[in-house]
């Protein structure tokens, strides 16, 4: 599958972004969800993620409670809404994808096989 990350950009500190990802090449409802960023000299982090039919949701402490993750599988896209921003926040964000195999959860990069390309958000204090 391939993914085709959007919307990131310049906000003001409690500003808001949402953050598309496209999908195409395979059965996009076959896959496990997530965003995933990365900081500056930081480790590439879990955000959130949401199970294939979307029945399911997960998030990071820092993301609980201003980030959201919905999909449409009509539409082969996942999207993160994130409101209240911070400086903190500020990273290139990435989406990824892996096949269903039973489980839930999960918040490894290691565990996604197919990636887009980021999409940078920076937030200004």
């Known amino acids: 599958v391939q993914l085709q990350a959007s919307g990131g950009g310049l906000v003001q500190a409690g500003g808001s972004l949402r953050l598309s990802c496209a999908a195409s090449?395979?059965?996009?409802?076959?896959?496990?969800m997530a965003w995933f960023r990365q900081a500056p000299g930081k480790e590439r982090e879990f955000v959130a993620s949401?199970?294939?039919?979307?029945?399911?949701?997960d998030y990071a402490d820092s993301a609980k409670g201003r980030f959201t993750i919905f999909r449409d599988n009509t539409e082969n896209t996942v999207w993160l809404q994130m409101v209240d921003l911070n400086p903190e926040d500020t990273a290139v964000y990435y989406c990824?994808?892996?096949?269903?195999?039973?489980?839930?959860?999960?918040?490894?990069?290691?565990?996604?096989?197919?990636w887009g390309q980021g999409t940078q958000v920076t937030v200004s204090s």
């Open positions: 990824a994808a892996r096949s269903y195999s039973g489980r839930s959860y999960y918040r490894a990069p290691a565990e996604y096989g197919f």
């Open positions: 090449g395979r059965t996009f409802s076959n896959y496990h």
């Open positions: 949401i199970t294939w039919r979307g029945g399911m949701t």
